[in-house]
Structure formats: C-alpha cells, structure tokens
C-alpha cells in the first residue's frame, strides 16, 4: 500500500487556509498555488540521493554533498495541475516537464484524455505527477497509467488537496505511488468536488468562472 504524507508545515498550512477561501481572486490563487508547490517540494524530493564532492573555497577544501546525477521529470495533469510546474522548475531547474491533458466528464466524472507529452527518457527519471485536486482519484489513477505505459517507474503524487476515496483510488491502483498532500478533506459531494475543497481549481486559477 502505498504512504500517504501529509505536510502540515505552518507556511503550507496558512498559504492552504487562503487559497481555499473563496474571497481569493485568480493572482493571489496562482501566487499561493505557486509557493505552496516550492515549499512542498523540499518534502516530496527528501529522499533524493546525494554523492561527496569537493569544493575549492577561497580558503580551503570543503567537503560537500551535492545531488548524484539524479534526473527528475514533473508531469502537471492539464489543466490545473500547471499552476503547481513555475514552483518546482525554481528549486529544480534541470528538471523535464510532461503534460498529460485529462478532463472530468462532468456526467460520468470518468477521466478523458486529450494530451500527452512526456520527456522521451522518462523511465530515468523521478518523476513528480502534479495536480492540485485528488477527489475521486479517476484523474490521477488514468494520468500514473499513462505515464507507466510508456515506461515511467519512480512515480510521486503530489497534491494539495485529496479526498479518502481519491487516496484509495490510487492506492489500489498503483500501491506503489507515494501521495504527498497538505490536506485531506472530509468527503466528495454528489458532483465529485472536495468537501470542504477550494472549489474548482481550474476555474480559480484562470478565472474561466
Ligand atoms: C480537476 C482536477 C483534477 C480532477 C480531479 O480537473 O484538477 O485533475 O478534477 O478529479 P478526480 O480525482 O475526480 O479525477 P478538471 O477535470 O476539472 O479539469 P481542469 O483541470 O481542466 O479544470
Ligand atoms: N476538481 C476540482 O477542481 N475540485 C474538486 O473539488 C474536485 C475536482
């Protein structure tokens, strides 16, 4: 079964409590989205790999670790999970960004494909699957498949808000997918959208609403 972590870091927690709010407009949305990515990264790339160097100071020898070559991939699933790519690229700038188009059928609320570009060397990279919203999981669930078929392996959820069903969703489908939130909400309401939630980010990241 794959972990769930949950990052409850106070700079994450107050930019979240903000963005859910409904009186924040589209720029404040997109700034908060943009910094609680950056910080939720430094979680989501703990694990990175590090390797001994030495750096010639303009004193002396300092004996340092620098990451090992590791090449990182960031897949935002289109449309929203954009709003979280600007701040992950900042702390990672070498990393290769994929895009995987998927909408919510509002009827059947099944995920439909429309998009897809991934690095061509995914499968020799870490890759870090983007989307602010995990509510019934269907988004996620499809997006991970795409990216395993055409040869993904080290795969990261990384989310601002999920729902228990999405997280189970996932979980059962890919148990070996780590899910990394600042939240988890109660439950989904009869048209699929997070409750208490932010509402829809789509919508609140570029004011199409
Ligand atoms: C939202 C969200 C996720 C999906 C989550 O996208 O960004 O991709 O819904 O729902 P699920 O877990 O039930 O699949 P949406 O389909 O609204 O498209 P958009 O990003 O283009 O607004
Ligand atoms: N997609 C959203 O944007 N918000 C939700 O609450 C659920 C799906």
Do not use: W
Not at 30 to 46: H, K
Not at 124 to 149: H, N, Q
């Amino acid at each position: 079964m794959s972990k769930v972590h949950v990052i409850d870091h106070p700079l994450v927690q107050h930019k979240l409590a903000i963005v859910r709010d409904v009186r924040t407009g589209p720029k404040e949305f997109r700034e908060l989205v943009d910094e609680i990515a950056l910080l939720m990264a430094y979680e989501v790339t703990r694990d990175m790999a590090l390797e001994d160097v030495e750096v010639e100071t303009p004193i002396g020898i300092a004996h340092c670790r620098m990451i090992s070559g590791k090449k990182i991939g960031v897949i935002p699933i289109l449309r929203a999970g954009l709003g979280m790519v600007n701040g992950i690229v900042q702390l990672i700038p070498t990393a290769k960004v994929g895009h995987i188009g998927l909408y919510r059928d509002p009827e059947t609320l099944q995920p439909v494909e429309y998009y897809c570009k991934l690095p061509t060397d995914i499968h020799e990279r870490d890759l870090i699957v983007l989307d602010p919203m995990l509510a019934t999981g269907g988004s996620a669930v499809a997006a991970i498949r795409f990216i395993k078929e055409k040869g993904g392996k080290n795969i990261k959820l990384m989310v601002l808000i999920a729902a228990p069903e999405g997280i189970a969703a996932v979980q059962a489908a890919h148990p070996d997918v780590e899910i990394f939130t600042a939240a988890i909400d109660e439950r989904l309401n009869d048209h699929g959208y997070i409750v208490p939630g932010l509402g829809d980010a789509g919508d609140r990241l570029f004011g199409t609403k």
